[in-house]
T-cell receptor, first 112, second 113 residues
Framework: DVKVTQSSRYLVKRTGEKVFLECVQDMDHENMFWYRQDPGLGLRLIYF???????EKGDIPEGYSVSREKKERFSLILESASTNQTSMYLC???????????FGQGTRLTVV | AQRVTQPEKLLSVFKGAPVELKCNYSYSGSPELFWYVQYSRQRLQLLLRHISRESIKGFTADLNKGETSFHLKKPFAQEEDSAMYYCALSGLGGGTSGSRLTFGEGTQLTVNP
């Protein structure tokens, strides 16, 4: 079974803090994705990576950055957290383009 | 650019009734379409994908390239089908744009007893 693990289930951070969300996968998948999930808005793509050190902006990259130094790990960074970044964050991986995506359990981030 | 639209945020049916969840997409290349489901307090998981042309848990979906739609259907809904359903699109072209996986807004299906 593919395992996609997000480092935290719940996080509470203060406005202005730098926040790191980590995602690790154990199946040697090429592609990794970060989404935020908000009611009524669905899953919106923040960033994705198709190889080590390679990244592409998604639909809502503002206020976020990412890092992929190793194939199995994809980090999402909030440089200066703001209250409008309070959300559920989901990490996903795919082996190749057009194949099934596997999701982490999600991180519920609250910025106060 | 690629885009997925699910026009219904909420859908409520009675057990045994037919159900159809709508999905429309826009993509200039050759798309691969998926339906994902999220049951209460569970991870998002694949329900079915266009290319495999199979029926999962009684659900089917047909890709209509003329109407750019990929609606999900089930002839007789069950209470255990209550969940959030997301339609998704992945391009099959080469290059970095082909790696993007785009989701719709989701439809919350409730099947009443």
């Amino acid at each position: 079974d593919v395992k996609v693990t997000q480092s935290s289930r719940y996080l509470v951070k203060r406005t202005g803090e730098k926040v790191f969300l980590e995602c690790v996968q154990d199946m040697d998948h090429e592609n990794m994705f970060w989404y935020r999930q908000d009611p009524g808005l669905g899953l919106r793509l923040i960033y994705f990576s198709y190889d080590v050190k390679m990244k592409e902006k998604g639909d809502i990259p503002e206020g976020y950055s990412v890092s992929r130094e190793k194939k199995e790990r994809f980090s999402l960074i909030l440089e200066s957290a703001s209250t409008n970044q309070t959300s559920m964050y989901l990490c996903a991986t795919t082996h190749r383009v057009g194949t099934e995506a596997f999701f982490g359990q999600g991180t519920r981030l609250t910025v106060v | 650019a690629q885009r997925v639209t699910q026009p219904e945020k909420l859908l409520s049916v009675f057990k045994g009734a037919p159900v159809e969840l709508k999905c429309n997409y826009s993509y200039s290349g050759s798309p691969e379409l998926f339906w994902y489901v999220q049951y209460s307090r569970q991870r998002l998981q694949l329900l079915l994908r266009h290319i495999s042309r199979e029926s999962i848990k009684g659900f089917t979906a047909d890709l209509n390239k003329g109407e750019t739609s990929f609606h999900l259907k089930k002839p007789f809904a069950q209470e255990e089908d209550s969940a959030m359903y997301y339609c998704a699109l992945s391009g099959l072209g080469g290059g970095t744009s082909g790696s993007r996986l785009t989701f719709g807004e989701g439809t919350q299906l409730t099947v009443n007893p």
